[in-house]
């Protein structure tokens, strides 16, 4: 199993055409995920950000907006920050899982084809974390690959857990295998975070774009 930053820091220049023109909804889903953002949105929250490719649209809508992006591999910060350079950027190397976002800072908080690599028990965590960073009003936005149904799932966490056991690696080392969830699963995870309401606006394929929403006060 590869370690995440070393998949993606091998695949930086291939990256963008790759999800641009392989992976079915993606593109469509970032423009859809950039006109679902609050009209007054100020202060953007970006996970698993990798080379921005997500928030090309995003700035065509808010030329102005701040954007905190976090990931794991700094070459695809670098890419992120010469594409977008005099934007207003705040990027940090490093993982997101058990971060502190901060509390009731962000209008908006957007993860596209980053958490299909974790647990059920870690991505609450972060859906969690996500939730208490946002203000009242505010939007999480989720665009990513879902199991098409239960079965699925489990039988990819299974191969998940017989892999990391044979090459001996620990629950905790991030590496690059995908086990997502069903869109259901999300659903309740994200509900039980303390959104109000969870919405899906777009499904192609695999891809599945989800709004959660924080309640207003």
Not at 9 to 22: N, Q
Not at 52 to 62: A, D, H, K, N, T
Not at 66 to 95: H, N, W
């Amino acid at each position: 199993m590869e370690r995440m930053e070393a998949f993606f820091t091998a695949r930086v220049d291939c990256y963008d055409a790759h999800m641009l023109h392989e992976v079915e909804g993606y593109a469509e889903g970032c423009r859809m995920a950039a006109g679902l953002l609050p009209e007054m949105c100020t202060w953007l929250l970006d996970l698993g950000c990798g080379t921005g490719l997500e928030l090309e649209p995003v700035f065509e809508r808010f030329p102005d907006l701040r954007v905190t992006g976090i990931d794991l591999t700094q070459a695809m910060l670098d890419r992120l920050g010469k594409k977008f350079r005099g934007r207003r950027l705040e990027l940090f190397r490093g993982s997101y899982v058990g971060r502190d976002f901060g509390v009731e800072r962000y209008d908006a908080a957007l993860a596209v084809e980053t958490l299909h690599h974790l647990e059920p028990g870690v991505k609450a965590g972060v859906y969690r974390q996500i939730w208490a960073a946002l203000r009242p009003g505010g939007v999480y936005l989720e665009c990513d690959y879902m199991a098409c149904d239960c079965l699925e799932e489990r039988r990819l966490r299974r191969e998940n857990r017989r892999l990391r056991g044979a090459e001996g690696l620990t629950p905790e080392a991030e590496v690059h295998f995908d086990i997502p969830l069903t869109e259901a699963h999300n659903r309740t995870l994200l509900l039980r975070a303390g959104f109000a309401r969870v919405e899906r606006h777009m499904q192609a394929g695999d891809t599945v774009l989800l709004a959660a929403w924080k309640a207003a006060g």
